[in-house]
């Protein structure tokens, strides 16, 4: 694939995290990363994304003031900060790659890497 994510784990509730998402190959510096987590029988529901040059970032309601997207091209990475984590956190966390704008709809995304599995404890 031609992301890959990775840094997920057990933690307690209030506690934090932070993702990675990594690419494979280029071009990765052109691309928007989103952030997917996936619990069991549900969807892929969007939590953040940001665009190539790290100046826009978007997030959903439910993650604002306590997630942080953040990129850093020369590494190829781009991180998910995640603070004050909550039991209804967890879920597996799938990051993927789109060009042009920044995204909600996972459905505008073209490239996916494998999940990392986030599990917070009450």
């Known amino acids: 694939g031609q992301v890959v994510g990775s840094g997920g784990g057990l933690v307690q509730a209030g506690g934090s995290l932070r993702l990675s998402c990594a690419a494979s190959?280029?071009?990765?510096?052109?691309?928007?990363i989103g952030w997917f987590p996936q619990t069991p029988g549900q969807g892929r529901e969007f939590v953040a994304a940001?665009?190539?040059?790290?100046?826009?970032?978007i997030y959903a309601d439910s993650v604002k003031s306590r997630f942080t997207i953040s990129r850093a091209n020369a590494q190829n990475t781009v991180y998910l900060q995640m603070n004050s984590l909550k039991p209804e956190d967890t879920a597996v966390y799938y990051c993927a790659a789109r060009r042009g704008i920044v995204a909600d709809s996972r459905g505008e995304y073209n490239y996916w890497g494998q999940g990392t599995q986030v599990t917070v404890s009450s």
């Open positions: 190959r280029r071009p990765f510096s052109s691309s928007v």
């Open positions: 940001i665009n190539w040059s790290g100046s826009s970032t």
